[in-house]
């Protein structure tokens, strides 16, 4: 069955950086767009980031824009987001999403805090 | 972007008795070449991600109860669950993906047993 595992998330200082990870498994990685979406503490849910199978699509939500990359790697079934000059409010759940348009698969999310 | 409002913000039903969430879009997310309303609806329980419930608005997801059931269409959409269970306690969000990119969330509804 399908399954996306997050890794990467931790505390970071203001400014500072950070990169997830999502491995894949179970289906073919590369015939999928993928996306990042994340949950502040309390709050809902905000999409992030996707990027098409062939990585020719990619999409950032302008609260990340220019800070956020989405990359991956169908060799290696990963998909990444690389987070530059963090802020407070980029606290959150970061899930990896299997994207349908409606998302039917998530993992289980990767905590990341940023605080000093 | 099209925004999602979702109401209430919370709710508190007993247990059997039929519970309704309702959303509405900023615009028209009915594609009319297609006539597919772009809208789903997730369930979400404290520390799990969400779980797909319906898509294209009132196809349910499989093995999602019947007592689920998801109605709209253009700007106007609801999420009824016929007979509240004690494991249906839970946030659910509506989603549209009519626009790409920018697809967006409501702003989440909270299901308590009263």
């Known amino acids: 069955q399908v399954q996306l595992v997050e890794s990467g998330g931790g505390l970071v200082k203001p400014g500072g950086s950070l990169r997830l990870s999502c491995a894949a498994s179970g289906f073919t990685f590369s015939d999928y767009y993928m996306s990042w979406i994340r949950q502040a503490p309390g709050k809902g849910l905000e999409w992030v980031s996707y990027i098409s199978g062939s990585s020719n699509t990619i999409y950032h939500a302008d609260s990340v824009k220019g800070r956020f990359t989405i990359s991956r790697d169908n060799a290696k079934n990963s998909l990444y987001l690389q987070m530059n000059s963090l802020r407070a409010e980029d606290t959150a759940v970061y899930y990896c999403a299997r994207d349908q348009w409606e998302i039917h698969d998530w993992g289980q999310g990767t905590l990341v805090t940023v605080s000093s | 972007d099209i925004v999602m409002t979702q109401s209430p913000d919370s709710l508190a039903v007993s247990l059997g008795e039929r519970a309704t969430i309702n959303c509405k879009s900023s615009?028209?997310?009915?594609?009319?070449?297609?006539?597919?309303?772009?809208l789903a609806w997730y369930q979400q329980k404290p520390g799990h991600p969400p779980k797909l419930l319906f898509y294209?608005?009132?196809t349910r997801k499989s093995g999602v109860p019947d007592r689920f059931s998801g109605s709209g269409s253009g700007t106007d959409f609801t999420l009824t669950i016929s007979s509240l269970q004690a494991e249906d306690v839970a946030v659910y969000y509506c989603q549209q993906y009519y626009s790409t990119p920018g697809r967006t969330f409501g702003q989440g509804t909270k299901v308590e047993i009263k």
């Open positions: 615009q028209s997310i009915l594609y009319s070449s297609n006539n597919k309303n772009y």
């Open positions: 294209w608005a009132s």
